[in-house]
């Protein structure tokens, strides 16, 4: 069985970087898109973007200047950075495996992210 | 501001059918596929329906999706009370070069 847990600082300085790790279990990194979705709070789903097991990536493009994606295989593990963080970026943080750009078959129980000072 | 469309709220009684409606456009609905996600909040959110029809394992058949142009719908039958949660459509958009969500529907069982 496939699972996904995110993991990373609960509160973030505005102006700063977000970073969080999406550790994986119970499945190959081969030829799936490894996501991040957002939700602040008492707002829907907002997708962040992907980076394809090759390398590739793809990001919103309200987001695309600050936001990076990468993978590491060796640790089975993926991860976010967001620059410039502000209160707006204030959510919970979701990471999920894509067969394709939104066809997002698995996700972790999202983690929650504070931007304040 | 969503990209996709969908009514805020619905609610039936168990046992009852609901429709829940998504709208979208040329660039999005109406050339790729249309997702749902059931989303318990705190939770993770669970793939309900892949492109536009298909039920992963493990979904129940009480549960059915359908497109037509730009449009698509989630129709839940024999309603329980465990549906109560929300409910996001999805899709590929071709001219953001991005996924979009629905706004999502909070569905209520009187």
């Known amino acids: 069985q496939v699972q996904l847990q995110e993991s990373g600082p609960g509160l973030a300085k505005p102006s700063e970087t977000l970073s969080l790790t999406c550790s994986v279990s119970g499945g190959s990194f081969s030829s799936y898109y490894w996501s991040w979705i957002r939700q602040p709070p008492g707002k829907g789903l907002v997708w962040i973007g992907y980076?394809?097991?090759?390398?590739?990536?793809n990001y919103n493009p309200s987001l695309k200047s600050r936001v990076t994606i990468s993978v590491d295989t060796s640790k089975n593990q993926f991860s976010l950075k967001l620059s410039s963080v502000t209160a707006a970026d204030t959510a919970v943080y979701y990471c999920a495996r894509g067969n394709s750009g939104i066809y997002l078959d698995y996700w972790g129980q999202g983690t929650l992210v504070t931007v304040s000072s | 501001q969503s990209v996709l469309t969908q009514p805020p709220s619905a609610s039936g009684t168990p046992g009852q059918r609901v429709t829940i409606s998504c709208s979208g456009s040329s660039s999005n609905i109406g050339s790729n596929y249309v997702y749902w996600y059931q989303h318990l909040p705190g939770t993770a959110p669970k793939l309900l329906i892949y492109r536009n029809d298909q039920r992963p394992s493990g979904v129940p058949d009480r549960f059915s999706g359908s497109k037509s142009g730009t449009s698509a719908s989630l129709a839940i039958s024999g309603l329980r009370s465990e549906d109560e949660t929300d409910y996001y459509c999805?899709?590929?958009?071709?001219?953001?070069?991005?996924?979009?969500f629905g706004g999502g529907t909070k569905l209520t069982v009187l």
């Open positions: 980076m394809y097991y090759s390398g590739s990536t």
């Open positions: 999805a899709a590929w958009d071709d001219s953001l070069n991005g996924a979009v």
